[in-house]
C-alpha cells in the first residue's frame, strides 16, 4: 500500500520545520526538542484516578498509575514508553495510557525508567523489572489483581517489555499473563530488508538514527548480543507470556518484530502479529492525529479484555 495520507501529511509538517538530524544532537538537546514539538491535548481524556508514585529500587523509579474506576479490583498493564531508550517520559505516553484504562478497563502503571546515556543497558530493563515485581507484590495497595498483570511498550519500551518477560521468566517471577510489543526493536543490527526500504528518506525514523539511539544505549557493541538487549538472539523463548505484536509498514523495525513473533510462535508461544499498512513508526503514538493509531489503541484494548476477562489466547 501508500503511504497513509495523514502520515504523510504528518512528515510533511515535520519536515517543514527544518530541524537538525537527531543524530547530529547531543541527548539533552534532543530532549529538549522532542519536549517542544509536544503537542498539548486540549481535553485530556478523564480516567477516575491518576496517581504519581516513585518505586525505590537501585535508583528512584517514577511511575504513573492510572485507575479507570475505583469500585472493585482490576487487572494491571505495566506500560513502557518509546524513545529509543534515550528520550521519552510519563507525559509523552500520558494519552496512551489514558485511552488503554479506560478501553481495557484495566490499571496502568506506565513507567519512567532510566535513560540512556547517563544510565546504560541494562539500567533501564531492570528499572522495568523492579517495577513490574513491585507491581504484583503490591498489586493490593492500588487496588490490582497481581494474578492479572501485562506488560506492554512501545518501540524502545516494546524492546524493554519483551526483556522484562524474559527476565521474568528466568527468575521466575513475576507472573505474566501478556506481552504487548507495539513496533519493538529486537535485535541490534540494521541489515533486514525494512532498514533497506525505509532506513533512509522520510519515513519517521531512519537507519542512522537507530544507530544513534543503540550507540548510546550499549556501553558496548557486545551487549547488543545478550537477549535482554535484543530479544531475538535469545537461545531459548519457550515458556513466555502470549504476544500481540504491532507493526507498521512504512518502519525500519518492521521485520525484525515479525521475525521474533515467528521465533516466539516456534517456541510455542501464542501469538497475533498485527501489521498497519501505510503506517510509520510512532504511528500509535500519533493517535491525536493519526486514525489508524486510535484504531491500534482500541485493539490494543480489545485484546487486553479478552486476556484479562476471558484468559483465552489470542492466536
Not at 501508500?2 to 515535520?14: G, N, T
Not at 484495566?106 to 531492570?126: G, M, N, Q, W
Not at 533512509?200 to 558496548?220: I, N, P, R, V
Request: aromatic share 8%; net charge negative.
Amino acid at each position: 500500500m501508500s503511504l497513509d495520507l495523514q502520515a504523510k501529511k504528518f512528515l510533511q509538517q515535520i519536515s517543514q520545520l527544518n530541524l537538525p538530524p537527531l543524530s547530529s544532537a547531543e541527548p539533552m538537546q534532543a530532549r529538549e526538542l522532542i519536549a517542544k514539538l509536544r503537542g498539548k491535548e486540549l481535553k485530556p481524556e478523564f480516567v477516575a484516578s491518576i496517581q504519581n508514585n516513585t518505586i525505590k529500587s537501585q535508583g528512584n523509579i517514577p511511575i504513573r498509575i492510572y485507575t479507570p474506576r475505583l469500585d472493585t479490583q482490576l487487572p494491571i498493564l505495566v506500560y513502557l514508553h518509546g524513545g529509543g531508550w534515550v528520550l521519552g517520559d510519563l507525559d509523552g505516553v500520558d494519552h496512551i495510557c489514558r485511552s488503554l484504562a479506560n478501553q481495557a478497563d484495566c490499571i496502568v502503571v506506565s513507567v519512567d525508567y532510566r535513560l540512556a546515556p547517563e544510565h546504560k543497558f541494562p539500567t533501564a530493563v531492570e528499572d522495568a523489572y523492579a517495577v513490574t515485581n513491585w507491581v504484583s507484590n503490591n498489586a493490593g495497595d492500588i487496588n490490582g489483581d497481581k494474578t492479572r498483570i501485562a506488560i506492554a511498550g512501545d518501540s524502545a519500551g516494546g524492546n524493554i517489555a519483551a526483556a522484562v518477560a524474559l527476565m521474568a521468566r528466568d527468575k521466575g517471577e513475576p507472573s505474566l499473563m501478556f506481552q504487548i510489543l507495539i513496533y519493538p526493536t529486537t535485535k541490534y543490527g540494521f541489515d533486514t530488508e525494512s532498514y533497506q526500504k525505509y532506513g533512509q528518506g522520510d519515513f519517521g525514523l531512519s537507519k542512522e538514527e537507530m544507530m544513534w539511539f543503540w550507540h548510546h544505549y550499549l556501553a558496548d557493541v557486545a551487549d547488543g548480543q545478550n537477549p535482554y538487549a535484543s530479544p531475538l538472539l535469545a537461545n531459548n523463548l519457550a515458556n513466555l507470556p502470549p504476544a500481540y505484536i504491532i507493526t507498521a509498514e512504512y518502519d525500519v523495525l518492521r521485520d525484525e518484530a515479525e521475525a521474533y513473533a515467528v521465533k516466539l510462535e516456534s517456541a510455542g508461544v501464542p501469538v497475533k502479529v498485527q501489521r498497519y499498512d501505510g503506517m510509520i513508526h510512532s504511528f500509535v503514538g500519533l493517535s491525536l492525529v493519526i486514525d489508524q493509531g486510535k484504531s491500534a489503541i482500541a485493539d490494543i484494548a480489545t485484546q487486553l479484555r479478552i486476556i484479562f476477562k476471558e484468559n483465552k489466547s489470542v492466536a
